[in-house]
């Protein structure tokens, strides 16, 4: 029973290892997407607007 336990344990923490991999993956690709766009285009920066101002601002990477 120990051993089935441990097991469990072992593939809960190999799959959420798993996500967050495919999370990073998929935050690095539009990362990656968004640098493109804006060098094909000859932007600077991508606007984002502000939800509570209505002002634009350049997207930062951690948004």
Same mark, same amino acid.
Request: glycine fraction near 8%.
């Given at each position: 029973?120990?051993?089935l336990l441990?097991?469990?344990?072992?593939?809960l923490?190999?799959?959420?290892?798993? #996500?967050r991999?495919v999370a990073? +993956?998929k935050?690095l690709?539009? =990362?990656?997407r968004?640098?493109q #766009?804006?060098?094909?285009?000859g +932007?600077?920066?991508t606007?984002v =607007?502000d939800?509570v101002?209505?002002?634009?601002?350049?997207?930062k990477?951690?948004?």
């Amino acid at each position: 029973m120990p051993q089935l336990l441990i097991m469990g344990v072992l593939v809960l923490g190999a799959w959420l290892l798993y #996500r967050r991999f495919v999370a990073e +993956a998929k935050r690095l690709q539009e =990362k990656s997407r968004r640098a493109q #766009r804006e060098q094909q285009t000859g +932007a600077i920066g991508t606007l984002v =607007k502000d939800p509570v101002t209505g002002e634009y601002h350049l997207k930062k990477d951690d948004d």
